[in-house]
């Protein structure tokens, strides 16, 4: 079972920067899609974004152009870098392992890393 460890949350001003980590424990990191996802308080956990194996990226279009996902293989870690947050951005995040064809996730979900954007 793929475990998965977030960090990188906190209390930033508007306009702030972020950046997220999420180890994990899959046995060959390098070839699994990866995906953050955001639960804002009241709304479902929706994808953000993605990164492929070979590095494609996509985003939500709610974050697109402020939010850059990245891989670390050696390190089988992911990251999110967040600039010009919004108090919209609000929320906690998650990463897990995707299915490349179906988009679902593979792993478990951790814990979260709280983002709290204030106005």
């Known amino acids: 079972q793929v475990q998965l460890v977030e960090s990188g949350g906190g209390l930033v001003q508007a306009g702030g920067s972020l950046r997220l980590s999420c180890a994990a424990s899959t046995r060959i990191f390098s070839i699994n899609s990866m995906g953050w996802y955001r639960q804002a308080p009241g709304y479902q956990r929706e994808l953000i974004a993605g990164i492929t194996s070979g590095g494609t990226t996509n985003y939500a279009d709610s974050v697109k152009g402020r939010f850059t996902i990245s891989r670390d293989n050696a390190k089988k870690t992911v990251y999110l870098h967040m600039n010009n947050l919004k108090p919209e951005d609000t929320g906690v995040y998650y990463c897990?392992?995707?299915?490349?064809?179906?988009?679902?996730?593979?792993?478990?979900w951790g814990q979260g890393t709280q983002v709290t954007v204030s106005s």
């Open positions: 897990n392992v995707r299915d490349y064809y179906s988009g679902g996730v593979l792993g478990s």
